[in-house]
């Protein structure tokens, strides 16, 4: 089992930045593909980001590329999000998630919370 916290949304104005945190404990994250996910309302649920168990290897959605960048702390067992030059559009809840598999699914095993970000015009 896997536990995860995610902490670090907030209110923002356009072009501005947030970092939110994802923080696992139970199990090591080297376990996992590690990742991100959105919710924003009246919306499904779409994927952000995603690294790699040795943090090699990264991915993202179109719609972050270049401005969003996901880290993994293996000491501290915590996953990162950089948000940079947000947008409105970015609002949402984000979601942590870990799976066992090689890739980052939709039906991960398990999930965060969620953080709010809102991003404000």
């Known amino acids: 089992q896997v536990q995860l916290v995610e902490s670090g949304g907030g209110l923002v104005q356009a072009g501005g930045s947030l970092r939110l945190s994802c923080a696992a404990s139970?199990?090591?994250?080297?376990?996992?593909?590690m990742g991100w996910f959105r919710q924003a309302p009246g919306k499904e649920r779409e994927f952000v980001a995603a690294?790699?168990?040795?943090?090699?290897?990264?991915s993202y959605a179109d719609s972050v590329k270049g401005r969003f960048t996901i880290s993994l702390d293996n000491a501290k067992n915590t996953v990162y999000l950089q948000m940079n030059s947000l947008k409105p559009e970015d609002t949402a809840v984000y979601y942590c998630?870990?799976?066992?598999?090689?890739?980052?699914?939709?039906?991960?095993?398990?999930w965060g919370q969620g953080t709010q970000v809102t991003v404000s015009s």
């Open positions: 139970g199990r090591s994250l080297s376990s996992y593909t």
């Open positions: 998630a870990a799976d066992r598999s090689f890739l980052l699914r939709a039906t991960a095993d398990y």
């Open positions: 690294i790699s168990r040795a943090g090699t290897y990264t």
